[in-house]
């Protein structure tokens, strides 16, 4: 099959690509424009596959450029994995009409091409931020959604709608929102993991890049959580992992194995893990000493979140191989070769 990844070149794109191109003979091709990513990721793509990935630079939210730059030229597709989409929390806070219009529009006009060109699989990056501050963990896919606490998490709530909507209209389309929790870590190898345009948002990579120094300060953003230790938890899964549920995932929707027309899944370890917890993790790793301080909540952030994920382990067969602290070595790894790359050493970003 021919598979459509938009945000190829992001971080949980970049890692199903090597994911699809070591485990199938299916043919990527990508869409990023590089707002929040960098071109050297296909360079290490096919470093680590032996692969070169065709990316087309355009922005989802033009229509007549996606349908006329992409569809047009490039042929039939088989299937499309929608990653491409602003993810900070904290920033969509700020700036919630850019992440409304970024995010919903890319969605639509996708779903637009699939119809006119008959795209019968569509896999949707979804979040676990659309059951909001849930009342009983851990949440299945039967827990009921809520408004979440974030114009990015609205977004998903918001997609996953247009999804399902969608997938009713046309009776050969069958599509997947994978609800992702926390991804972490990096690729085995340590030459590809999360590289974020300017200071990172998420955890892991605020942690690794103030432990080399890149960044000056790491602050835990609440202490007075309900939680065993004061601090927000998470259900942090690792990169690779909810890669190969995406592969998974493919083979599922094109084997027939699908009931209806539209599903949702639940990707994360099933373990709650508190930040202080991630923090430790990653001094037992390396044989650093953090020196964190402690600071307010942070807004659009919930209390605690963790996954039952018996759903994929029993449908698609999934389950995940790497704890948090095998996420927090890989990431690590991958900090190391960009610490390299950083002083001139002879390593591709």
């Not at 960098?38 to 990316?55: L, M, Q, W, Y």
């Not at 046309?170 to 974020?196: D, T, W």
């Not at 790894?333 to 390593?347: C, T």
């Amino acid at each position: 099959m021919k598979i459509l990844v938009t945000g190829g070149a992001g971080y949980i794109g970049s890692h199903t690509i090597i994911d699809i191109l070591d485990n199938t003979e299916h043919e990527v091709v990508s869409i990023d424009n590089f707002s929040n990513s960098d071109p050297n990721t296909f360079d290490r793509i096919e470093a680590i596959t032996g692969k070169r990935v065709k990316n087309y630079e355009i922005d989802l939210t033009s229509y007549n450029t996606l349908k006329e730059d992409f569809f047009l030229k490039e042929g039939h597709i088989d299937g499309i994995i929608h990653f491409a989409a602003l993810k900070a929390v904290g920033e969509s806070v700020a700036k919630p009409v850019m992440y409304y219009q970024n995010n919903l529009n890319g969605l639509i006009n996708l779903l637009k091409c699939a119809q006119k060109f008959d795209v019968d699989s569509f896999i949707f990056s979804s979040s676990c931020t659309v059951y909001g501050n849930a009342d009983h963990q851990p949440v299945t896919e039967f827990t009921p959604t809520q408004t979440p606490e974030s114009p990015y998490g609205y977004t998903k709530l918001v997609g996953e709608k247009i999804l399902s909507d969608f997938a009713k209209t046309k009776s050969a389309f069958q599509a997947l929102s994978l609800r992702y929790f926390n991804p972490v870590g990096a690729h085995i190898s340590g030459m590809n993991g999360e590289l974020p345009k300017g200071r990172p948002n998420n955890l892991v990579p605020v942690v690794t890049q103030f432990a080399s120094g890149w960044v000056d300060d790491l602050v835990v953003h609440g202490t007075d959580y309900g939680t065993r230790d004061g601090t927000a938890i998470r259900d942090y899964i690792h990169v690779s992992d909810i890669a190969h549920a995406h592969v998974l995932a493919l083979d599922y929707l094109n084997t027939g194995q699908t009931e209806t027309n539209y599903d949702v899944f639940n990707l994360g370890s099933g373990n709650g893990v508190t930040v202080l917890e991630v923090l430790h993790a990653f001094e037992k790793i390396s044989g650093l000493k953090l020196s964190y301080r402690l600071g307010p909540r942070r807004e659009g952030d919930v209390e605690m979140i963790y996954a039952d994920n018996s759903k994929a382990t029993s449908l698609l067969n999934w389950k995940f191989q790497f704890g948090i602290e095998d996420a927090m070595s890989s990431a690590w790894k991958w900090q190391q070769f960009l610490n390299k790359a950083k002083n001139g050493d002879k390593v591709r970003l």
